[in-house]
Structure formats: structure tokens, C-alpha cells
């Protein structure tokens, strides 16, 4: 039995891709056999026509890269819309960058919904340099609040934050960009400060050292947005943590990827670094290897607590 015959023309199978010869032709031609012109005019009109159909036929061709470029503004708009609108939002929160512990005066959170009932009320407290303290409470909207505002994202409240210069945070699944994995642990502007054995120091520390193995190196290319496990993108900020060396490291809860057990054993490392961390996590984790806890319920009350040394 014969087999199916599969067209390959380019007509079909590259749209665009091929020109329609006799077009260029007919149109001039009359001019040609009337003598208005000479023959290389149509010749010279062929190939423009060439170069036009050319340009035309590149939509065709792009048109999935051109469609994904055009979602990608799309979304970019959006998010510059929304940056935007955040920074209307009236705050009443003053940021005052001094070294010394992180400290919260008077520090009232309002919800960004509307509701009279604030998320923290005159919250005042102070954590002092090389110490792990934990931010809970039954809901995560008070705790997220906090991490925008001493982060200096506007947030509705009034009050006063006073935090060390340098100060790291780590969110639940950190903005990686596309590039090597020696970018995302340092980033670009570091990239030649930090040598590889530094890099693959920490990681070992961390018991993190197959990362490396499983994504191809340090010098390894991934669009680390796409297909990459919650893991692998905490991982990276979780180094950064020891890399940058900062004095004091924000956490919004990081045992959802990182796992308690990896989250213990680097808030362990950075005290013994002298680096304080807040991690701000659910009331069910483990309470042991916090210093300190900052519980906050219902109309913006809050509890601190802090183990006798």
C-alpha cells in the first residue's frame, strides 16, 4: 500500500517563507512592453519585492518569540503598575538605619484590606546582634506585614524601625534571574570578589554540595524561574546569607523550603557567625533553638518572650 505523500512545499510549511514570483512580474510588465522602461527596472523590482516579502515572512517566523515578548511586557507593566501603587501607600513608618540591635518603636501595622483592626498594635521591641528569634502567630498576614515594613516596602501603619545598614532578607521563594549559579549565590557586582572555594565551602557547610553536581556547576546557565524544585531556589539565598556576611538576616518562612532541619542548622551557623536571625514561621515549628519569640493573636496583640541566660 502506498504510503501517505506529505507536502513540503514552503507555501505550507514555512508561510511566508517563500515568495509568489510571477506578482513582481505582472505588475510590471505592461510598463516593460510599452518600452516606459528598461529590462533591468524588472529585475531590480523582483528582488525588491524579494526583500520586502522578506520582512513580511519574519512575523511569520517569530511570531511565537514575538508573542512571548509581548506576554513578558505585558506582565512587566503590571508588576511597574503595582510597584507604583505600593508606593502611594500611606505610611506613617519611619526607617532609621543605625548599627546596633533591630528594634521596633511603637510599630503599628494596618491590614492593606480595609479592616479597623490593626495586625500588630505599638509593637515595641529590640533583638540584639547574634541572636535567633522566632515571629509566629495563627495567621500570616501580621507576619508578612512586618517583613514589608522593616524591609522598607510601604506598608499602612505609623511607628519607628531602626535597623542595622546591610540588613539581608529571605523570602519564602526568592526572585532568582536567569544565569550561572555562582550569579545567584553572590550575584554579578561580587561575582569576582568571592572565589569558587568559598562558594563550595559554605555549600559543604550547609550540606548543599550537591546542588552543585545537579545543575551542571557553578558556571552552569538555568532560567532558574522554570522548572527548578522550591529547594534549589532557596538555596542559593540561604548561601547568600554567609556570603554577604550581614548583621542581621530576615527569614519569611523558610522551613516551607528549606525543611526544619536544614533551617536549624543554618540559623546555628550564622549565631556562631555573629549574625542574628528572625525567621518568621509558623507556630507548630520547633521552639528550642530560638533565643527568643515574638507571638503575636488576634486585634494586634502580641507576647514576647525571651529565655533566661
Not at 514570483?21 to 524588472?42: H, M, N, S, T, Y
Not at 570578589?193 to 545537579?214: A, F, K, T, Y
Request: proline letters at 7%; aromatic letters at 6%.
Amino acid at each position: 500500500m502506498e504510503g501517505r505523500k506529505v507536502c513540503r512545499s514552503p507555501f505550507v510549511t514555512r508561510p511566508g517563507a517563500a515568495r509568489p514570483l510571477p506578482l513582481p512580474d505582472l505588475i510590471i510588465a505592461p510598463a516593460f512592453i510599452r518600452g516606459d522602461i528598461e529590462f533591468g527596472v524588472v529585475t531590480q523590482s523582483g528582488a525588491a519585492f524579494a526583500m520586502l516579502a522578506g520582512a513580511f515572512s519574519l512575523i511569520v517566523r517569530q511570531f511565537n518569540s514575538i508573542s512571548n515578548f509581548a506576554a513578558v511586557v505585558s506582565r512587566l507593566s503590571s508588576l511597574h503598575e503595582e510597584v507604583a501603587r505600593s508606593h502611594t501607600t500611606n505610611s506613617g513608618i519611619e526607617i532609621v538605619e543605625r548599627d546596633g540591635p533591630l528594634t521596633c518603636e511603637g510599630l503599628t501595622l494596618a491590614s492593606s484590606t480595609g479592616a479597623e483592626e490593626p495586625l500588630l498594635k505599638e509593637l515595641s521591641v529590640s533583638v540584639p546582634p547574634a541572636t535567633r528569634v522566632l515571629v509566629t502567630g495563627p495567621g500570616d498576614a501580621p507576619g508578612a506585614a512586618l517583613f514589608r515594613s522593616v524591609a522598607h516596602i510601604p506598608t499602612p501603619g505609623k511607628g519607628r524601625i531602626v535597623r542595622p545598614a546591610g540588613t539581608l532578607f529571605l523570602p519564602q521563594r526568592p526572585y532568582l534571574p536567569s544565569g550561572a549559579l555562582r550569579q545567584v549565590l553572590v550575584g554579578p557586582e561580587q561575582e569576582s570578589e568571592v572565589p569558587d572555594q568559598l562558594m563550595l565551602s559554605v555549600l559543604h557547610e550547609l550540606g548543599l554540595e550537591r546542588i552543585v553536581s545537579q545543575v551542571g556547576g557553578l558556571d552552569a546557565e538555568h532560567d532558574w524561574g522554570k522548572g527548578i524544585v522550591p529547594e534549589r531556589t532557596a538555596t542559593p539565598g540561604a548561601c547568600e546569607c554567609f556570603l554577604a556576611a550581614p548583621r542581621f538576616v530576615i527569614l519569611d518562612r523558610a522551613e516551607m523550603t528549606l525543611g526544619s532541619e536544614l533551617l536549624k542548622k543554618i540559623m546555628i551557623l550564622l549565631c556562631e557567625r555573629s549574625i542574628a536571625c528572625v525567621h518568621i514561621g509558623r507556630t507548630e515549628g520547633e521552639r528550642d533553638v530560638y533565643q527568643a519569640v515574638l507571638e503575636f493573636g488576634e486585634d494586634g496583640r502580641w507576647t514576647w518572650s525571651a529565655k533566661q541566660t
